[in-house]
């Protein structure tokens, strides 16, 4: 801001330069000049009359009239007293200054937009705190709000664009995106993060997200090929083999999807909270791969298959989901437009949402609502990677999922997958 009103300064003061300078120097001169050039101009004419009514024979003395002439053009010459007499009085530039400054500065403060430069150089001020709250170092918790989340995504831009080889920069840069369901700037950040630093495993994941957020064939089979990289450099990394597992059985590659969850059940141990899901995810790509084998033999195929299908998703989603009824407090009061918001979060506290559903504010109270892995914002981060969780919901008017000052709001207690909890809309930002 300080080089800002620096040149604003030098501009101001080369227009008062313009103002001044031809009061003091360029008048004086202009005005000495005309007034010889006309006396010259008058002088010539009347010698040439001169000499017209002297041929004509009316004029009796040329010289002595010439001679009269010739004296009053020197008696009219400016000389060095006159000069001084016409500088010009403080009192008459003094008003014009302030009337220069007061027209700059004025017009720029209503046109202008010193309110949003003075914004932006706070928002990459606030930079380290934002990052600390987006990835729930902070103390207290607080949630990011929409301008908090705005003002992360200008200041981390406007940081980029000053260091552009930050790979970790544009990584942070793509996660907000997807967070905020901008898919173009998310795979454009994430692409930028793998190009300056390609071997890095978190970049490779969050690029593969993207890539697999795209939905394009050839994106995802350059998402497969990445997931492949990290898993041949760390045969441990449990979140690339949930990842190639999902995208193999979405494409009905069930062999391959039992092989990864097996390694995931290897690596996770019987202990771990993750291990029964994996069980039933695996029993489920069986079942499929013995339906296409023609394994299973029944005198009405179809029916059977319909049940087997029916049964098999029913159990499948009672794992990966969770079950909430919310109540809504009696001194909230419901805008007259809007949405209820209601999203998961990991249990540490981190205030991005792993998955959220929109709800009509028609909706009755109390509602009870169940989130399975559809309702996923991240394919990265499913819902059912959560082995405990936190609910919120929150009454909202614009539709969005990140929370803001005013809004009501209620949370559960952390919650085990597959669970069910109830509470109360009661609180407010």
Request: hydrophobic content about 40%; glycine content about 6%.
């Amino acid at each position: 801001m300080t080089l800002f009103w620096i040149l604003t300064a030098v501009l101001v003061l080369i227009s008062i330069a313009i103002f001044v300078i031809p009061m003091y120097v360029g008048k004086e001169y202009d005005d000495e000049a005309s007034r010889d050039e006309l006396n010259k101009a008058f002088f010539k004419d009347r010698i040439h009359e001169l000499e017209e009514e002297s041929q004509e024979g009316l004029v009796a003395s040329q010289k002595d009239m010439v001679a009269d002439l010739q004296q009053t053009l020197l008696d009219d010459l400016p000389v060095t007293e006159k000069k001084q007499a016409t500088h010009v009085s403080p009192a008459m530039v003094v008003p014009g200054l302030i009337l220069i400054v007061g027209i700059c500065y004025g017009v720029y403060g209503a046109v202008g937009s010193s309110a949003k430069v003075e914004a932006w150089h706070q928002a990459v001020n606030r930079l380290p705190e934002l990052t600390q709250r987006l990835m729930g170092d902070n103390a207290a918790n607080e949630p990011l709000s929409d301008q908090d989340m705005s003002d992360l995504t200008l200041a981390l831009r406007t940081k980029l664009h000053k260091d552009g080889d930050d790979p970790m920069g544009w990584l942070l840069l793509g996660r907000i995106a997807i967070a905020n369901r901008d898919g173009a700037t998310a795979e454009m950040a994430m692409k930028r993060a793998y190009d300056l630093n390609p071997v890095d495993t978190a970049i490779r994941l969050g690029y593969a997200q993207t890539l697999m957020l795209s939905g394009k064939p050839g994106q995802s089979d350059l998402a497969r090929q990445l997931l492949r990289q990290v898993i041949k450099s760390d045969h441990t990394n449990v979140q690339a083999l949930s990842l190639l597992a999902f995208d193999a059985f979405e494409q009905k590659n069930y062999q391959q999807a039992v092989d990864y969850w097996t390694m995931m059940k290897t690596l996770i141990g019987p202990d771990d909270s993750r291990t029964p899901m994996l069980t039933r995810s695996i029993e489920r790509a069986k079942m499929r791969i013995a339906d296409g084998d023609g394994s299973t033999v029944a005198p009405d195929p179809t029916a059977i298959d319909e049940t087997t299908l029916q049964s098999e998703t029913q159990n499948a989603d009672t794992a990966k989901q969770v079950t909430a009824t919310i109540a809504l407090g009696k001194n909230v009061v419901l805008p007259k437009q809007g949405n209820i918001i209601i999203s998961v979060h990991d249990a540490d506290g981190s205030p991005m949402p792993i998955a959220a559903v929109k709800l009509p504010l028609s909706t009755k109270f109390p509602l009870t609502i169940t989130l399975t892995d559809k309702d996923s914002m991240i394919p990265q981060r499913q819902l059912s990677s959560l082995s405990e969780m936190i609910i919120k919901a929150r009454v909202d008017s614009d539709g969005n999922v990140m929370t803001k000052k005013g809004d009501w709001y209620g949370q559960s207690s952390q919650t085990p997958l597959g669970g069910e909890t109830a509470f109360v809309i009661n609180k407010q930002y």
